[in-house]
């Protein structure tokens, strides 16, 4: 019924992000500052991803004991 979605004339490059054109790939050289940016952009993102599990971890039973004995133990020492 449908035919197949047109394929899409840029992609982003795994590396840096930077917009290339298909075909054009093996042409690429990424930018350092770009890739930085990239690379900062995606560490931040894995960031806030491990923030919100950890919270939510924090609100179990078993994150409540691992706040507690962390405290206790820092206390005796």
């Not at 075909?23 to 350092?32: A, L, R």
């Not at 990239?38 to 691992?66: I, S």
């Amino acid at each position: 019924m449908f035919g197949s979605l047109p394929q899409p004339a840029f992609m982003p490059c795994p590396s840096c992000g930077a917009s290339v054109a298909r075909g054009e790939d093996d042409q690429h050289v990424c930018d350092p500052e770009q890739r930085t940016r990239y690379e900062t952009f995606r560490v931040m993102l894995e960031l806030e991803r491990f923030d919100g599990e950890l919270t939510t971890w924090l609100h179990t039973p078993a994150g409540r004991f691992a706040m507690f004995y962390a405290e206790r133990q820092r206390l005796a020492a």
